[in-house]
């Protein structure tokens, strides 16, 4: 409650700062981007976060948010990524925490806006009384969320018509993969393994909604009860559910395979085993809910057409 | 009359009963236990997330026994319950008995009631051995064996030793109170890089969270063969000790004055106590509580002696760990529940209940 | 027939010196009482002779050095009830009396019917067979302190330390266990140290005293000739008179040097 009440009074100080900061600078010449502020956007918590010029001075912690800002070509105004943000090659990359940030850190970057996935460790509380704008951009629970998200960093970031442009670019892209797929003859059952405990994600994920996409019956579904969105699957249910493709998200944590998976106790009588239909994907990809989502559905589609043209 | 034995000659063979109050495994108690085992085991192979029936079961499990062998069994079933059910519900049993009858063992020699298994550092060590398996040699395996239980079981051999060269150093071994403290000492050290380690790999996050969770899910009976030569020598140590360890309660000075070495014993038990718990740790994770409450409800209901309590905590244990993985993949079916939650939530309440019924007056 | 002789015994706890030079001889079949006031080192003696704290010199027992033998060796010899031995909860009388076989078994070994007959008739003979299934936490005082000589006699061995056999007993308690020791003794021909503070029951049970003041043997002898009132005046810094009894050794009273006056008489 505290916490709230403290960072309404910084987004209010801001602002007035910001008015009188705007009203100076008003006669000064002033690109179409830079016209564009101040902006107040409404973060998906319901808070508003007023920006009062295009920012150059982008500290990014989360990974998705990189690659989104990347993308919408706003790469050139970040200064700074945390250890996690290893997409694109050309980002920043430093030995900021997003997971335990440390506020003295980012603020040495001096920075005119701070884009995280979470307020964790005080972040919005401690960056807020430096008077630096915090963006929150949560995990997506379904690409609408992602696109709101491109959408906001395009405007947090003076880049609108290039956020605009990523999401259409995206719509198509994946409207075309879906449209390649035959109409399923009967519904393929999916899993999507998260680590080699047999965490799985299930259709209130990001991940689980592009299964949906492509008409895939995801088996972690079975299991929302006890967990709605990361459960647990036990090896039996699986073996029993025999899925007729497998998504390995955990090829780099764990190094698992065709060949691992195969050797799994059991698991030899599984469809998706027995028909080699195993998939390794980029754990980093397959976790993200960025623009490279696109990359995702490209890497498993043409399994799932393989397996409706055998099907059919 | 009172007869010096050495230089008369043998007396006749007295009556059995010739003496009374001596503490026997009471044969009630013995078959409670099996029976509790069995039943468990039977459950845990009937009771699963996917439904297979009673004649199914029945039928699969007596398959390989030739003249039964002609079943008309599912592949896809027989492979659930032979590949995945079965090893999970001996390896249950060999987790549980280890774990319980490592922590018996423990307060025996400690004559600290709240000793557990991983007093000396055991689970810190693994968790700290698995910790870096994970961070930093992802995937890796040695002579065809993976890693992270391999690292486990050298974290928490390591860690017993330190502490016992720390205690021994520090108080020459006069009292157990330097070796606890020294446990205590070299555990938080442990923890402290583990957790420095895991701060610094947050995406491995996920993967030690449900390795210090403990889990059985994955090991399959290549689980069992790994634990297996370890718990059998570890527990055979421990059984051989039940005289010496009734011995040690009358302290140190004393079973010393008595021709009873309790160092030795206490190394010796220690040693084969912490060879089967890390074997055990390495493959199903830090189970909490298995190894405090059930040497302790054996106490309270049946008697304190370890010729009681080490047997009685072997049966129990397992069948108790049994059941508590049965309803860890059962009870949010498809979906697994980390065991650990599941032994402590069953196991407080029910000791709970044991204490208060029993009203005993000192553990 | 069990000698047991200190040569030179020293003994120290860090660098303090409790026990400096003691040479003692105690016969076989002998009972001698350890007197001395308080950090004599009267049971630090008996430990010694126990092994349970290290020492310099020699202990030997029926010319054997105690370092030479083995803890087994060691307790088939020599047998310690201590003066509050830890009597852990739960456990039976017989039970308890059982550990005193240990010295009797191998590392893994399990008692047999020798001896199980063995702490049989040692519980009949000490009067607490009746009680054998009892858990030694419901015993008195007097059963407690009998039950600790069961186990040191189970243990068969020649020689019986015994550190205070009579604290916290009543008198008529006292005199029973006292009497319980010397009748082993003639029986078994038990070589009987003791430490006793309570100096008129050391001075009736023992053949001899040795009295010990700083860790030093200041007087080794008979109770007549112990226990005099100038040696305890000065040793103790007591004010006691020792008054002959009637063939059954020498009673020592303490006595108030001043006498508060009774009311009403008339001080001179």
């Not at chain 2, 957790?195 to 210090?212: G, H, K, L, P």
């Not at chain 2, 010393?256 to 040693?271: E, H, N, P, W, Y």
Request: charged share 15%; net charge neutral; proline share 6%.
């Amino acid at each position: 409650m505290r916490e709230h009440h403290m960072r309404w009074a910084v987004i209010a100080a801001t602002t007035i700062a910001l008015t009188a900061c705007a009203a100076t600078s008003s006669n000064t010449p002033s690109s179409p981007a830079a016209a564009h502020f101040p902006v107040t956007i409404t973060e998906a918590s319901g808070a508003g976060v007023t920006i009062t010029q295009q920012p150059h001075r982008i500290v990014s912690l989360s990974p998705t948010a990189t690659e989104m800002l990347f993308a919408i070509d706003a790469g050139s105004q970040v200064v700074a990524v945390d250890d996690q943000s290893n997409y694109p090659p050309s980002a920043p990359l430093t030995k900021l925490s997003g997971f335990t940030p440390s506020i003295e850190a980012i603020a040495a970057y001096a920075p005119d806006l701070v884009v995280a996935a979470d307020d964790t460790g005080g972040l919005v509380h401690g960056i807020g009384a430096l008077h630096i704008p915090v963006l929150i951009e949560p995990a997506a629970k379904n690409l609408d969320d992602s696109y709101r998200e491109i959408g906001q960093l395009g405007a947090a970031t003076g880049r609108v018509p290039e956020a605009s442009a990523l999401e259409k670019k995206m719509r198509s892209d994946l409207a075309a993969i879906v449209a390649s797929i035959p109409k399923p003859a009967r519904q393929l059952k999916v899993y999507h393994e998260l680590d080699d405990t047999y965490y799985s994600a299930t259709s209130a994920t990001f991940i689980g909604q592009v299964y949906a996409l492509l008409g895939l019956k995801n088996i972690a579904d079975g299991a929302t009860a006890a967990a709605p969105d990361y459960p647990q699957l036990s090896a039996e249910y699986i073996v029993a559910s025999s899925p007729d493709l497998i998504v390995l998200a955990d090829t780099k944590c764990c190094h698992q395979g065709l060949s691992t998976v195969a050797a799994r106790p059991g698991w030899s009588s599984i469809a998706a085993v027995k028909s080699g239909q195993v998939i390794g994907v980029d754990d980093d990809i397959a976790s993200r809910w960025g623009p490279r989502v696109v990359d995702f559905l490209r890497t498993i589609a043409p399994h799932v057409k393989q397996l409706e043209v055998r099907a059919a | 009359m009172l007869i010096l034995g050495r230089r008369l000659p043998a007396p006749p063979a007295p009556p059995l009963a010739l003496l009374q109050g001596l503490p026997r495994l009471p044969w009630v108690w013995a078959v409670a236990g099996v029976a509790a085992l069995l039943g468990a085991a039977i459950l845990g192979v009937l009771v699963g997330p996917v439904h297979i029936g009673l004649g199914t079961v029945v039928q699969a499990v007596l398959a390989p026994i030739p003249w039964f062998g002609a079943s008309s069994v599912d592949p896809s079933q027989a492979s659930i319950l032979w590949s995945l059910r079965i090893p999970r519900v001996v390896l249950g049993a060999l987790v549980g008995g280890m774990l319980a009858t490592a922590g018996a063992a423990y307060q025996g020699v400690f004559r600290n009631p709240l000793a557990d298994p991983y007093l000396l550092g055991a689970a810190a060590g693994a968790n700290l051995g698995a910790t870096l398996a994970i961070a930093f040699a992802p995937g890796s395996s040695l002579i065809g064996v993976n890693l992270v239980p391999l690292a486990g079981f050298v974290g928490a051999a390591l860690a017993v030793a330190g502490a016992y060269a720390l205690g021994r150093t520090v108080t020459g071994l006069r009292n157990t109170i330097g070796l606890i403290l020294a446990g205590v000492a070299i555990a938080a050290f442990f923890n402290a890089i583990q957790t420095y380690i895991q701060q610094a790999q947050t995406n491995n996050i996920r993967q030690v969270y449900s390795w210090i969770l403990g889990r059985l899910v994955t090991a399959g009976w290549d689980g069992v063969l790994l634990v297996l030569p370890y718990v059998a020598i570890s527990v055979a140590v421990i059984l051989l000790h039940r005289r010496l360890l009734d011995a040690l309660s009358v302290g140190d000075e004393e079973v010393t004055s008595l021709g009873i070495s309790a160092r030795r014993v206490r190394l010796i038990v220690v040693v084969a106590a912490t060879l089967g718990t890390a074997a055990v740790v390495a493959i199903a994770g830090t189970i909490a509580f298995v190894g405090i409450i059930i040497p302790h409800t054996v106490r309270l209901l049946v008697g304190r002696s370890y010729r009681v309590v080490i047997p009685l905590s072997l049966l129990f244990g397992a069948a108790f760990l049994v059941l508590a993985d049965t309803a860890a993949r059962t009870v949010a079916a498809p979906a697994e529940l980390p065991i650990g939650v599941i032994t402590a939530f069953i196991g407080a309440p029910f000791f709970i209940v044991v204490m208060r019924s029993t009203r005993a007056a000192a553990l | 027939m069990t000698k047991v002789e200190l040569r030179g015994v020293g003994i120290a706890y860090e660098s303090e010196v409790v026990v400096s030079e003691l040479d003692l001889t105690v016969s076989s079949g002998e009972w001698l009482a350890l007197i001395g006031p308080n950090g004599a080192g009267k049971t630090t003696i008996l430990r010694a002779i126990a092994r349970l704290v290290s020492y310099q010199g020699e202990i030997q027992i029926d010319g054997k050095a105690v370092h030479n033998l083995t803890g087994r060796e060691l307790a088939r010899r020599v047998a310690m009830v201590m003066q509050e031995p830890h009597m852990p909860d739960g456990m039976s009388v017989s039970q308890y009396v059982l550990l005193g076989r240990s010295p009797h078994l191998t590392y893994f070994g399990k008692e047999g019917r020798t001896d199980h007959r063995v702490v049989a008739d040692i519980l009949e003979r000490l009067s607490l067979d009746r009680l054998a299934a009892r858990p030694l936490d419901h015993l008195s005082g007097g059963e407690r302190q009998r039950a600790a000589i069961a186990r040191a006699l189970a243990q068969q061995a020649p020689v019986l330390l015994v550190d205070e056999p009579t604290s916290s007993l009543d008198v008529g308690r006292q005199q029973e266990v006292l009497e319980l020791i010397d009748a082993l003794r003639a029986e078994q021909g038990l070589t009987v140290i003791a430490a006793m503070h309570e100096l008129t029951l050391a001075g009736q049970y023992a053949d001899r005293l040795a009295l010990l003041v700083g860790g030093k043997l200041v007087a080794v002898g008979a109770p007549a000739d112990v226990l005099t009132e100038p040696a305890i005046a000065i040793h103790y810094h007591a004010h006691v008179r020792v008054l002959s009894l009637n063939g059954s050794g020498r009673a020592v009273v303490p006595v108030r040097s001043h006498l508060p006056s009774p009311p009403g008489e008339v001080v001179p």
